[in-house]
């Protein structure tokens, strides 16, 4: 800390400090400003090729008058100005999640400030982590409100809630199939205006070439080539704005008083049910919006206000108003409205632009769906599909292989099938409509949940903000014959594979919950469970957060034996965006210490990703290790929460203290801890055959250097006075067993439908369900578990 010196030199220094210290806050705000730009911007600023095209399509193309354009460009202005800039900039980027927003930050406010959640597996030790209340929205004080009250009682508002959030899901993955269809659609079809020979069907070529290019490179990751995206958008944003001056003091200088509201007026007055049926198009001036309030934990809140108001809102107000001038002396080119207003000794450089942006946009759309799909899953509403992490410096960059094929046939149907950006603009405009308006629905119940709002100010809200976006979108399905149907289809395809899922595993949850161990069993069977223990670690997976999972008690009916340290593994997600790992993992004890039968619950935020090099089994050990200690010491950990017999364990800084690790080439060197020492030979051999060493042996030459590496370690106990000489003993013998062995249990459990059960219910389980966890990726490959220590318990269970 920097003391001020005697006199006045101190506290000069003092003030060039904290100057400083503006200085860097300003400078980072600027840096992630202009970084924005590429990330969150990329879809806003590609709307002015397709806008006004879309708008006058149908039967508006019969009023060429010059106030209907000046009307047009009116309700673009107004529609600007109340949603992205007073709702989402104003209001929703003031809105977060532990700094991240977007549909599903909004759903975990909900979820942990009112009992909304359909999480099965909820304790109370999760109420304890840091980032669990905010001391911004805290209401534990507070007293709940009758509408609070009502929500809660009524358990049909949870699954109306989750229907919500999973319909917003599903259109954004719908957003995900057309922003790229239309953005680079309606970039190359800038040919027809310099092309002689350019028709549709070249157009739609060229298009689906760069779309392959783009989506087949998507296993790279971006975070190579992202460094330009931030520039690209930013030349063409003030291409854009220097077209539309020249458009403005070429065409027709008058186009400012089109910000009058008086020519809204004139316009419907003028167009009637046909100006109506146009708010469909003028909608597509804001597509993009949200991603600022999606992709608020990548940026601050003040640095994309800063990039909105400074670059954003001018550039494309100005491009806006400069096109309206163009087209109110050239109402003939209202389908090529952007490149025909383009001088033609810049066509090719703002072309290329153009392109390049749509390519931006793209991506930022495609990056969108997978964040979605990743966080759905998370919250168990999504099929187990592989993550992969594209960065290792840049935290969130992921990619799914089976979406990203998925994609590519979606999106490459989309744009053969239709072939028109009108149509797919139809298409955009009702599925980037309907995520405004969940967004709106969900912060109208934050508003009174979360904040503690009156129901007034809610409601209100929702009036203000919900009934603009409700006509937008009445408007918009006007033309579900004309390609509006496409978002409906694929938003009911993804929501009923979501919800169809989220059901099936909460009754299997509830299946396994019903069927767990009783302890008075446990205890009944002596520390030994009637059973041999062999040298090694037993990691069970399980689903129960409590009690013992009906899958042990196969194992103790029908085989001899099992390993000598039993630990049961219970991952889960919580609420809350991201979890420290320090904070991750939840240590306790199952019966009396001669069982040593441990639980280990990890727990997850909705946007952490498990990383494949992650090692488990040393987190595993070194997190059992830190609990016998601390139990011995009859403490808590510190800063931590205790659950019953479930403690947190931060394995940062008094584990390496008592254990350490260290890597060998070589499985046959000794393991030792003070004057007891053993060889991982020995411990081997007497639980494994020659033939399971050697088919070991083959297996650790052949998987990736990342799974083997994990057999090539050696833990060692340091030498150390302990209070009780059974705590040394406990250590040494976890330590043994795993170097003698690590497997895995994983209950393999089907649930199917009872014979009585409804039509609808057969469908959903036996049909359905069963349909997506026979193609979806089984929890060992989810897990990252070596297939040849991995063990199945199949189970059935009818529901």
């Known amino acids: ?61 019969h009023y060429q008058t010059e106030d209907a354009v000046f009307g047009a460009c009116s309700l673009i202005f107004w529609t600007f100005m109340l949603l992205p800039l007073f709702k989402y900039v104003v209001i929703m980027l003031s809105v977060d999640d532990n700094g991240e927003g977007g549909t599903f930050a909004l759903y975990s406010l909900l979820c942990r400030h009112a009992k909304l959640c359909l999480l099965p597996n909820h304790q109370a030790a999760d109420e304890d982590l840091s980032t669990y209340f905010s001391p911004r929205y805290s209401n534990r004080n507070i007293p709940p409100s009758v509408f609070k009250r009502y929500v809660e009682k009524h358990k049909n508002t949870r699954t109306g809630l989750l229907l919500v959030v999973l319909f917003g899901a599903s259109m954004v993955i719908a957003i995900g199939v057309i922003t790229p269809s239309i953005t680079v659609l309606s970039s190359i079809e800038g040919l027809k205006v310099r092309v002689k020979n350019a028709d549709d069907r070249m157009v739609v070529a060229i298009t689906c070439f760069v779309l392959v290019c783009l989506i087949v490179r998507q296993h790279h990751g971006t975070h190579r080539v992202g460094i330009t995206f931030a520039p690209i958008v930013l030349l063409w944003l003030l291409s854009v704005a220097l077209l539309g001056i020249y458009n403005i003091t070429k065409w027709n200088p008058r186009i400012y008083q089109a910000l009058s509201p008086y020519y809204i007026y004139k316009f419907f007055r003028n167009t009637g049910k046909d100006g109506w049926i146009s708010l469909g198009g003028i909608f597509l001036c804001i597509t993009g919006t949200e991603a600022m309030f999606a992709d608020l934990g990548q940026f601050t809140a003040t640095s994309m206000r800063v990039a909105f108001f400074v670059v954003i809102y001018p550039c494309l107000m100005l491009q806006y108003t400069g096109q309206a001038a163009f087209l109110s002396k050239n109402f003939s080119a209202v389908d090529i409205s952007f490149y025909a207003s383009v001088p033609e000794p810049l066509f090719w450089p703002v072309f290329v632009l153009a392109i390049s942006t749509g390519i931006v946009a793209s991506q930022a759309a495609i990056s969108e769906t997978f964040s979605i799909v990743q966080q759905c899953q998370a919250l168990g509403c999504f099929p187990r599909v592989k993550i992969v992490h594209t960065s290792r410096w840049i935290h969130g960059k992921i990619y799914i292989p089976e979406i990203n094929w998925i994609l590519m046939i979606l999106i490459l149907t989309v744009t053969l099938g239709f072939g028109d950006t009108t149509l797919m603009g139809n298409a955009y405009g009702i599925a980037y409509m309907s995520v405004t308006l969940v967004t709106t629905l969900l912060m109208t119940l934050a508003i009174t949940l979360v904040w503690h709002k009156t129901l007034v100010l809610a409601l209100s809200f929702l009036l203000l903000f919900g009934s603009m976006e409700i006509i937008f979108l009445s408007s918009s399905y006007m033309r579900i014959h004309r390609g509006g149907w496409l978002p409906i289809m694929l938003s009911s395809v993804f929501l009923a594979v979501m919800y ?43 689903e129960l957060a409590t009690g013992v999972p009906a899958t042990f008690s196969h194992f103790l009916t029908n085989l001899p034996s099992f390993y000598q340290v039993i630990v049961f593994v219970c991952i889960k997600t919580i609420h809350v965006p991201y979890i420290s790992h320090k904070e991750r993992y939840l240590i306790g004890r199952i019966g009396p210490k001669a069982y040593q039968m441990y639980r280990c619950i990890i727990r997850y935020g909705y946007k952490d990703v498990h990383k494949s090099n992650e090692d488990f089994e040393y987190n595993l050990v070194m997190s059992i290790a830190e609990f016998i200690q601390l139990e011995s010491e009859g403490s808590r950990t510190p800063d931590g929460s205790v659950d019953g017999r479930l403690a947190v364990v931060r394995t940062s800084e008094k584990t390496g203290m008592r254990m350490v690790m260290s890597e060998s080439a070589n499985l046959g060197e000794s393991y030792g801890s003070g004057s007891s020492s053993w060889t991982g030979s020995a411990a081997l051999s007497s639980s494994k055959s020659a033939t399971l060493r050697r088919l070991q042996a083959l297996y650790e030459q052949e998987v990736p250097a990342h799974l083997s590496r994990r057999r090539h370690v050696r833990y060692q106990l340091l030498d150390k006075n302990y209070k009780h000489p059974h705590v040394k003993e406990e250590l040494l013998e976890l330590v043994e067993a795993k170097h003698a062995e690590v497997a ?6 089907y649930i199917k439908a009872r014979r009585n059960s409804s039509f609808l219910k057969k469908l959903a389980v036996d049909v359905a369900y069963s349909f997506l966890r026979r193609n979806c990726r089984s929890p060992g490959v989810a897990l990252h578990i070596p297939h040849i220590s991995l063990i199945m318990a199949g189970m059935n269970y009818y529901v």
């Open 1 to 61: 800390m920097l003391l001020p010196l005697p006199g006045n030199n101190g506290l000069h220094v003092c003030f060039l400090f904290k100057q400083a210290q503006i200085r860097n806050q300003h400078k980072r705000v600027l840096l992630l400003a202009y970084q924005s730009l590429g990330i969150v911007f990329g879809s806003l600023s590609t709307s002015p090729l397709y806008v006004y095209k879309i708008t006058f399509s149908g039967w508006l193309q």
């Open 500 to 542: 169809v899922w989220h059901y099936g595993s909460r009754r299997k949850y509830l299946s396994d919950q019903q069927n767990r161990i009783p302890m008075k069993r446990i205890l009944s069977l002596g520390p030994s469970l009637g059973i041999i223990r062999t040298p090694g670690i037993g990691v069970i997976y399980t």
């Open 744 to 749: 895995y249990v994983i209950g393999h459990s």
